[in-house]
């Protein structure tokens, strides 16, 4: 099986994608190579947005949950 990638592994390979599109977009050689570059780009740039979401939701998850570590120490003293 195999091993699930941290997330700064993802944007790394997702920059190292980004970064062979921009090469694509200067040597396409029509509007449909273009604008299937383009389409990628957004897709790959959407995918690191989602990654960045996912890592402030676990955080807020986080501080929800030592919050209520808090809350229910306190109703025990």
Do not use: P, Y
């Not at 699930?4 to 449909?32: Q, T, Y």
Request: charged content about 35%; cysteine-free; overall charge positive.
């Amino acid at each position: 099986m195999k091993k699930h990638e941290s997330a700064e592994d993802m944007k790394k390979e997702l920059d190292v994608l980004l970064s062979k599109l921009n090469a694509l977009e200067i040597i396409a050689a029509d509007e449909f190579q273009k604008g299937t570059v383009k389409v990628l780009r957004r897709l790959v740039e959407g995918q690191m947005h989602s990654i960045n979401e996912f890592e402030h939701l676990k955080k807020a998850l986080d501080l929800i949950t030592l919050q209520l570590f808090d809350v229910k120490n306190k109703i025990r003293s």
